[in-house]
């Protein structure tokens, strides 16, 4: 098997083995698996996490089981006295507490079991977050990619709109669709997760996590194996730190752009940002090369927030407009998701190369993810497998299919009639209902929301209070001679 890709100690931590695989496509799938899984804990369960909310609905419709997260994590120590549970979330700052429930252990916050070992990591440097999204059971079976356990995350791939299901606690309007991904993988796999959840609780708490894998099979019974016995490389983004001191790691830039140059016929990319200036430099190579491959991307159309709505907005109009003046040979396409004329959140941190490579993580394709925020990512390689290419195929039309509301056959006759993936997909898409739009008439950024999003918002690297506000001043001072510039 060809793993050159893949080298420890630059572009990944470690490479290890899943002797099982799987994608779990949206909310529903990786609730009803993480729950599985966890019924069958026996010694431990570890959450390193963005977001954590006691509140979140499971759905899991199981006959004596608590539905709401807390609750569930209660009863799961009432059943086995000798599990221990562990948390670790984000110390967030107060401008991310939207949607958040009041701190642990406060007054009307959630008043966790004592067996929960429940720490906000306050250890990221100014202006970056914890943003992992990890859970390991028993250190046997572990869970990775862009899925908190937290509320507005749980959809079903028919993303209903105004599926009453898709409602938060104490909240009428159900929340809008949302597209997500996570890999479940076990054995060597699940133990190279289990180590960077130990790398972090020691960084945030000081303190080494008193876990060890076990060695029984906690595989979800509700899952059935993408994969079987496949190489996986974890890779990670951890910011510089001086207390305590961390050394920067930027193994998911690296393996990025490994991929990227690796590629032969498509590159397929599915997140919820599309800005990353060093990750766009080199899409824009590849598109601009005669043999370069094809580049299809499927974003959100709309963000949230007075500062993410605008600047990631601008960014990613900058990023689409190099992409299109490097593209000339007619290989780039880029949509957004709808279902019956209402936008699908994409939330998923997900690129598949050429049937051989398929990449789940916390990473978004943005600037501040290579370098600024913690994150990681797992990547599986087919290699010379047949049957791991097939289940890549598989993996790549079952994400399309479910986009564009087509069985993955469908979507296989028509790659075979149309002769790429991207023409497929042109071909395929439909002027209403379940499908893909493509981004058009993007308006042109203004240079203030450009210098708040590039000093402020995605930064490709650690930032220093002064710098913060020199790009605050910098925004600021360009919106004020722009507004005045209108006004004469």
Known sequence: MATSLFRPGLNCQRVARADRAALLIDGEAYFRAFAHA????????????WDFHSQTRLHLNIAGVPDLLGDFLSFLLQRHPRLKIFILAWDYPVMFSRGRER????????????????????????????HQKIVVIDGAVAFCGGIDLTTERWDTPAHLPGDPKRSSVGEIEPYCPVHDSMLVVDAG????????????????????????PVDRDAWPESVTPTFSDVEVAVARTVPACDSPRVAA????????????????RYIYIENQYFTAKTLGDAL????????????????RLSSNGWLEAPTMAALRTMLLQKL??????????????TVHGECCDVHSKLMMVDDLWLRVGSANFASRSMALDTECDLVIAAGGSASARAAMVATRNALLGEHLDVTPDDLERAIAAAGSLGAAVTYLAKD????????????EPSTAVLALAEGVADP??????????????????LGLREQTAADS
């Open 460 to 477: 490709g690297h650690p930032v220093t209070l002064e710098e913060l506000m020199v790009g605050l001043s910098r925004a600021t001072g």
């Open 432 to 443: 209403s209902g379940r499908t893909l739009c493509p981004f058009e008439n993007l308006d």
């Open 189 to 212: 796999a699940a133990h190279a997760l289990l180590d960077v959840a130990r790398q972090r609780w020691l960084v945030a708490t000081g303190r080494a996590l008193p876990v060890a």
């Open 324 to 337: 299109r003046a490097a593209d000339a040979h007619g290989r780039f396409r880029a949509w957004f998701p």
């Open 38 to 49: 966890a019924l069958q804990a026996k010694s431990s369960i570890v959450l390193i996490t």
């Open 284 to 299: 824009a190579a590849r598109l601009a090369a005669a043999d370069g491959p094809e580049v299809i991307v499927v974003s």
């Open 103 to 130: 701190p642990i252990g406060s007054d009307g916050g959630w008043q966790p079991h004592p067996d929960i070992r429940f720490h906000y990591d306050a250890k990221c440097p100014f202006g970056a977050a914890l």
């Open 249 to 264: 790691v930027t193994e998911v830039e690296t393996l990025y752009l490994d991929m990227i140059a690796s590629a032969r």
